[in-house]
């Protein structure tokens, strides 16, 4: 099956997490229920740009938000590209197919005096369960490392001796984050706690109650209920303690090269969205303070 086996080349060659190949399979499976609805083949060497634009047609009519609309076209054009270099292909249908323009939205974010009355709210320092999910919180903020690669991480990642651990970012590619005493304290007593239940080290990093290896759901939930009502952000989810980290990053002077080093961006275009970010804040601080920028004309 030619989808199948897109799927599997997405993660086993090209090293897709596994939350982006389901994204994918998700699209595809759209795409593939939409033909069965209305009687169109979805042999992929019989589907043609006129199938395809049914489809989008179909998407927008219903509502569908732009953005979703786009991120099917992309896994279409993905799986045709695929089918042209491995399978012998001589058209992607879906290489010509436009959709309407995504507005430019920044990424939601929380003020360092949120994040800080969130890590700092007292907590019972002999409870495994409240020391975990403070240090869930805190690292997620203070290295600014993605969700699936706190899941993926090692006993052997991290090293407090030195404050730096390592993470596998997108591609397997491996990138050291430093960070500071305050964090090294967290992980030595959440490590102690959990070691002292266990003959023997693990080798995955954060573990659940049962003492199996974390998984997104799990740190997602971690994260929404200690964001919730604590914080004025629309999202409460771990990537936005990635935005903040970002943006709080340079806000106090960090260079944007190290930034989008520390973040395992591959093109420093990714990083420069925090750019805008702070330059917005900073507008918006200038017009509330800057007697002149009250000042109306005429």
């Not at 982006?20 to 033909?35: E, N």
């Not at 799986?79 to 309407?100: E, H, K, Q, S, W």
């Not at 290295?143 to 052997?156: K, Q």
């Not at 080093?261 to 750019?275: F, P, V």
Request: with cysteine; charged share 25%.
């Amino acid at each position: 099956m030619l989808y199948e086996a897109f799927l599997t080349y997405l993660q086993c060659e090209l090293n897709y997490s596994v939350h982006t190949v389901v994204s994918y399979r998700r699209d595809i499976d759209s795409w593939r229920r939409f033909a069965r609805e209305h009687d169109i083949c979805d042999d992929p060497a019989l589907i043609d740009v006129n199938a395809l634009r049914l489809w989008f047609a179909d998407m927008a009519a219903r509502g569908l938000a732009p953005r979703s609309i786009r991120r099917r076209l992309q896994a279409m054009r993905a799986f045709f590209a695929f089918l042209m270099r491995r399978r012998g292909f001589t058209t992607n249908p879906a290489a010509d197919i436009a959709v309407a323009r995504i507005p430019h939205r920044l990424p939601d974010t929380i003020r360092p005096e949120e994040v800080a009355r969130v890590i700092d709210m007292p907590i019972e320092t002999d409870d495994i369960s409240q020391v975990q999910q403070r240090l869930i919180i805190d690292m997620l903020y203070t290295t600014g490392m993605r969700a699936s690669e706190m899941v993926a991480l090692r006993d052997s990642d991290v090293d407090t001796r030195a404050g730096r651990l390592k993470v596998m970012g997108k591609r397997s590619k491996e990138r050291i984050i430093p960070f500071g005493p305050e964090l090294a304290r967290l992980i030595d007593q959440y490590r102690g706690m959990r070691d002292a239940r266990r003959d023997e080290p693990p080798d995955a990093f954060f573990l659940t109650p049962s003492g199996k290896p974390v998984y997104y759901s799990y740190v997602y939930k971690v994260v929404h209920q200690a964001l919730d009502g604590a914080v004025k952000a629309a999202h409460r989810s771990p990537h936005v303690l990635r935005h903040s980290f970002a943006t709080d990053m340079l806000n106090n002077g960090a260079d944007i090269t190290a930034v989008q080093h520390l973040l395992g961006h591959e093109s420093l275009a990714t990083t420069q969205i925090y750019t805008h970010l702070t330059y917005s804040e900073l507008q918006h601080n200038y017009q509330l303070a800057h007697p002149r920028a009250q000042k109306k004309g005429g």
